[in-house]
């Protein structure tokens, strides 16, 4: 059974930081390209950050560059998001998403993903 499970979510103050986890079963990650998404109160979910299949090439979106860093451990079958800086507008469900699709990470932020996970919540306040 496929499944991606996000973790590491939880309250943090603004500067602060947090490390997103998304670990899959059922495959191997690293033969899928990896998208974080999120989504506000109200909002439209919008891409944060995209790592090509079996590449390190990367896409962030403007919101979230120089502060954000998506990695992958290939030995742990687990993509992460490293969040620094943190900002009240980064508040959010964030979703990992996964696709076999071997598009450039920017691509893979903008097309429809086959395989989301059921999300974690990230909430920056004072």
């Known amino acids: 059974q496929v499944q991606l499970v996000e973790s590491g979510g939880g309250m943090v103050q603004p500067g602060g930081s947090l490390r997103l986890s998304c670990t899959a079963s059922?495959?191997?990650?690293?033969?899928?390209?990896i998208g974080w998404f999120r989504q506000a109160p109200g909002k439209e979910r919008e891409a944060v950050s995209c790592?090509?299949?079996?590449?390190?090439?990367?896409y962030y979106a403007d919101s979230v560059k120089g502060r954000f860093t998506i990695s992958r451990d290939n030995a742990r079958n687990t993509v992460y998001l490293q969040m620094n800086s943190l900002k009240p507008e980064d508040t959010g469900v964030y979703y990992c998403?996964?696709?076999?699709?071997?598009?450039?990470?920017?691509?893979?932020?903008?097309?429809?993903?086959?395989?989301w996970g059921q999300g974690t919540q990230v909430t920056v306040s004072a």
């Open positions: 059922g495959f191997t990650l690293d033969n899928y390209a």
């Open positions: 998403a996964a696709d076999p699709s071997p598009v450039r990470a920017e691509l893979v932020c903008k097309m429809r993903l086959d395989y």
């Open positions: 790592i090509r299949r079996r590449e390190d090439t990367t």
